[in-house]
T-cell receptor, first 113, second 117 residues
Framework: GNSVTQMEGPVTLSEEAFLTINCTYT??????LFWYVQYPGEGLQLLLK?????DKGSNKGFEATYRKETTSFHLEKGSVQVSDSAVYFC????????????FGTGTSLTVIP | GAVVSQHPSRVICKSGTSVKIECRSL??????MFWYRQFPKQSLMLMAT?????????EQGVEKDKFLINHASLTLSTLTVTSAHPEDSSFYIC?????????????FGPGTRLTVL
């Protein structure tokens, strides 16, 4: 089947620290991979995506590389800011299943000054 | 940017009553809207796909007679939880896809917390 596993939180970091949130997936075929972010009181927003192996998605200083060999799509940022405090969701979508998105459980990140 | 609202944000109801949740796209027309459900510390699970002017498509295991979806206009979809029971307590999230956009371009609402006593 299709599923996404991401590291459990909560994660607390000091400002300017390096961030990694692990995400691995199980899927048949070639899914598209996504990271969504949910700021307090708001809906999920697309942060970045990658549609094929070795693609790197990037946005707002965040990066994630689609690794087919390790079935991973880890989220990284070199220097986090207080404004990055949010919940991050990893997700996959298999084109052949139409609209089905599979989400991870979310990882809460708190950045302290 | 595109904004999707949900109303109410929180609702508490008695067992056996029905609850309606609205999902609105505020600054764009959405031909497709999705309804998700999220249990504590679990992932979002797609419940159904709602297309304007047609019947919703439900995911396997989701009771269509219990979770009624109406997508009556290009900016509004409603989810009605009929005869709610405590096990229906959850966080319900909708998303909307602007007309002509790929499904990847979905905008999420902030969610509705339903508590059934």
């Amino acid at each position: 089947g299709n599923s996404v596993t991401q590291m459990e939180g909560p994660v607390t970091l000091s400002e300017e620290a390096f961030l990694t949130i692990n995400c691995t997936y199980t899927a048949t075929g070639y899914p598209s991979l996504f990271w969504y972010v949910q700021y307090p009181g708001e809906g999920l927003q697309l942060l970045l995506k990658a549609t094929k192996a070795d693609d790197k998605g990037s946005n707002k200083g965040f990066e994630a590389t689609y690794r087919k060999e390790t079935t991973s799509f880890h989220l990284e940022k070199g220097s986090v800011q207080v404004s990055d405090s949010a919940v991050y969701f990893c997700a996959l979508r298999r084109i052949l299943t139409g609209n089905q998105f599979y989400f991870g459980t979310g990882t809460s990140l708190t950045v302290i000054p | 940017g595109a904004v999707v609202s949900q109303h109410p944000s929180r609702v508490i109801c008695k067992s056996g009553t029905s609850v309606k949740i609205e999902c609105r796209s505020l600054d764009f027309q959405a031909t497709t809207m999705f309804w998700y459900r999220q249990f504590p510390k679990q992932s979002l699970m797609l419940m159904a796909t709602s297309n304007e002017g047609s019947k919703a498509t439900y995911e396997q295991g989701v009771e269509k007679d219990k979770f009624l979806i109406n997508h009556a206009s290009l900016t509004l979809s409603t989810l009605t939880v009929t005869s709610a029971h405590p096990e229906d307590s959850s966080f319900y999230i909708c998303s909307a896809v602007p007309g002509g956009s790929a499904v990847n371009t979905q905008y999420f609402g902030p969610g509705t917390r339903l508590t059934v006593l």
